[in-house]
């Protein structure tokens, strides 16, 4: 079993700054991607960003430049450093790991419960 722990979210103004923690434990073989997603009420799920175990990344239209996501492999973690944050970024932000075997096999993808990021204007 594997779980992914959250934490970081909350309340911040316009502008402002959040960094995102998202720690991965339990029965781990080995973790490739890992990433982040938001849903804000109304709307659909979006993949905000998305890192590989070498570190290549990609990232939202709407984040680029304020986003930064990133990740130590050795502790199982990923993180979001959240940048000029505007009221439209405010959503419930969800991590996930991508579980893969000793040979790279592809086995599940584990999920987070979710933190709240709320920007006032």
């Known amino acids: 079993q594997v779980q992914l722990v959250e934490s970081g979210g909350g309340l911040v103004q316009a502008g402002g700054s959040l960094r995102l923690s998202c720690a991965a434990s339990?029965?781990?073989?080995?973790?490739?991607?890992m990433g982040w997603y938001r849903q804000a009420p109304g709307n659909q799920r979006e993949l905000v960003a998305k890192?590989?175990?070498?570190?290549?990344?990609n990232y939202a239209d709407s984040v680029k430049g304020r986003f930064t996501i990133s990740r130590d492999n050795a502790k199982n973690t990923v993180y979001l450093q959240m940048d000029s944050l505007k009221p439209e970024d405010t959503a419930v932000y969800v991590c996930?790991?991508?579980?893969?075997?000793?040979?790279?096999?592809?086995?599940?993808?584990?999920w987070g419960q979710g933190t709240q990021v709320t920007v006032s204007s």
């Open positions: 890192i590989t175990s070498g570190g290549s990344t």
């Open positions: 339990g029965s781990i073989v080995s973790i490739n991607g």
């Open positions: 996930y790991a991508d579980g893969v075997n000793s040979w790279g096999t592809f086995l599940a993808r584990y």
